[in-house]
Nanobody
Framework: QVQLVESGGDLVQAGGSLRLSCAASGSIFSVNAMGWYRQARGKQRELVAVITSGGSTNYGDSVKGRFTISRDNAKNTVYLQMNSLKPEDTAVYYC??????????????WGQGTQVTVSS
């Protein structure tokens, strides 16, 4: 069994910063790509950023230049540094990880979500 636990969501003023964390734990053989997605009220879930086990990154267009994804492979943890926050960044942020629980079985796991609210 695998769990992803997110933390760091909060209420912040526009222009401020937040750092989200997500730690994977449980029966983990290896962790491949990890990422962050978000879902605003009434909208579809969208990609924020992803990072491979080798450190390659990809960002959604709306966050490029403001958000930075990173990871600590030894801790199976992914981070999202969010700067210059805007009210439109308000959403529930979900962590995702592509995890093998043995040499063969691979699945995508999701965290429970953490609320980020940016006030104007």
């Amino acid at each position: 069994q695998v769990q992803l636990v997110e933390s760091g969501g909060d209420l912040v003023q526009a222009g401020g910063s937040l750092r989200l964390s997500c730690a994977a734990s449980g029966s983990i053989f290896s962790v491949n790509a990890m990422g962050w997605y978000r879902q605003a009220r009434g909208k579809q879930r969208e990609l924020v950023a992803v990072i491979t086990s080798g450190g390659s990154t990809n960002y959604g267009d709306s966050v490029k230049g403001r958000f930075t994804i990173s990871r600590d492979n030894a801790k199976n943890t992914v981070y999202l540094q969010m700067n210059s926050l805007k009210p439109e960044d308000t959403a529930v942020y979900y962590c995702s990880a592509d995890i093998k629980t043995d040499p063969i079985f691979r699945n995508t796991y999701w965290g429970q979500g953490t609320q980020v609210t940016v006030s104007s």
